[in-house]
């Protein structure tokens, strides 16, 4: 079973993602964002650089561009 874990890593959404539920971050292609934490290979926590907002997002939306290799996830 898949939990919530940190992970710091770059992101570039590449399809946006709008949701109702107050936790979701809305996102529109082309947002860089900051992640802060996953949850398997489904969703992360995320800071959109362009809106400061923070909230979930699918992780099928998004691209990495690289990730701190120290967090607990390696």
């Known amino acids: 079973m898949s939990k919530w ?19 979701h971050l809305s996102i529109q292609s082309g947002d860089r964002l900051e ?11 995320a800071k959109c650089m362009t809106t400061s907002c923070i909230g979930l997002c699918p992780r099928n939306r998004i691209q990495l561009l ?6 607990s996830s390696r």
């Open 5 to 23: 874990e940190k992970f710091q890593a770059s992101a570039i959404a590449v399809y946006p993602y709008s949701s109702s539920e107050i936790h």
């Open 66 to 71: 690289s990730h701190d290799q120290n967090d």
């Open 35 to 45: 992640i802060i934490e996953k949850f398997g290979d489904t969703w992360v926590k």
